[in-house]
């Protein structure tokens, strides 16, 4: 299989942490479980150079207020694998819910795909997310243009104006909950209480996704649209990207039900 010269972004959006909470740890070792050789031991300096982190748990539960879980990486710029965790704010977040919003980014090699919906999944249940996504980067550049608002010279900002006839999404502000997913992704998380809000699976609808789908321990679905990584210039993946949003029309808040 030739892999294309890309990275995968992953992104889960779980609720905000508790006193004593220890998903951070568990997503840094469901992360390692799920990738075979994966050691999240290294952060990196302002001056980027790489720094281990002999007591790496330990460094993981001294959490920040604002930054949940500082950078870490596998200190391997061959194949550069890093993660980290943040606080989304209330008033920047659906339903006006503080949430832990994390990141990671990863080589798109043979190796990564071959484990990826187990990467995701390990990641989104560790956080208990309530959706996530894993997406080549050069499609979900273009997938962050649904929300993008357009700019006008003179003027206030316009409402976005996605490429490949995409549908406009609203700003995850005005979705009036967080287990509505505000985009499609390559792979989907989606928690049992998302699956309920998008009223998925229907097996007379869904035959096509449940092909590529499964269902996690805790009720939830990691669910794939293309079987090659998302590629937007391929028109099959275009398309079933647009039959996706087609079918689930609470994503990104474009159904009346999810009127903020």
């Not at 993660?83 to 659906?94: C, I, M, R, T």
Request: hydrophobic share 40%; aromatic share 6%.
């Amino acid at each position: 299989m030739v892999v294309p010269k890309d990275t995968l972004r992953l992104k889960v959006y779980a609720p905000w942490l508790v006193d004593g909470d220890t998903r951070p740890l568990a997503v840094v070792h469901g992360m390692e479980r799920a990738l075979p050789g994966l050691r999240l031991a290294w952060t990196i300096s302002d001056e980027g150079q790489f720094i281990l982190l002999p007591q790496r748990d330990a460094w993981v539960m001294e959490t920040q207020p604002d930054e949940v879980l500082p950078l870490l990486c596998n200190g391997d710029e061959s194949h550069f694998v890093t993660l980290s965790g943040f606080k989304l704010w209330a008033s920047a977040a659906p339903g006006g819910q503080t949430q832990l919003d994390v990141h990671a980014k990863l080589p798109l090699d043979a190796t990564t795909l071959a484990a990826a919906e187990a990467v995701l999944e390990a990641v989104a249940e560790g956080a208990h997310a309530h959706w996530g996504r894993m997406t080549p980067g050069n499609a979900s550049m273009e997938i962050a243009l649904q929300t993008a608002r357009t700019v006008k010279a003179g003027g206030p900002a316009g409402p976005p104006a996605p490429p490949r006839g995409l549908p406009a999404l609203k700003l995850c502000e005005d979705i009036r909950s967080p287990e509505i997913p505000y985009y499609l992704g390559w792979l989907n998380y989606w928690s049992a209480a998302t699956v309920r809000t998008l009223g998925f699976p229907d097996p007379t609808r869904d035959a096509e996704l449940l092909s590529r789908s499964r269902r996690t321990p805790t009720g939830g679905w990691v669910v794939r649209l293309t079987e090659a990584p998302l590629d937007l210039d391929n028109p099959s993946h275009l398309e079933a990207l647009l039959r996706a949003y087609e079918r689930f029309p609470e994503i990104g808040g474009r159904s009346d039900l999810s009127a903020p």
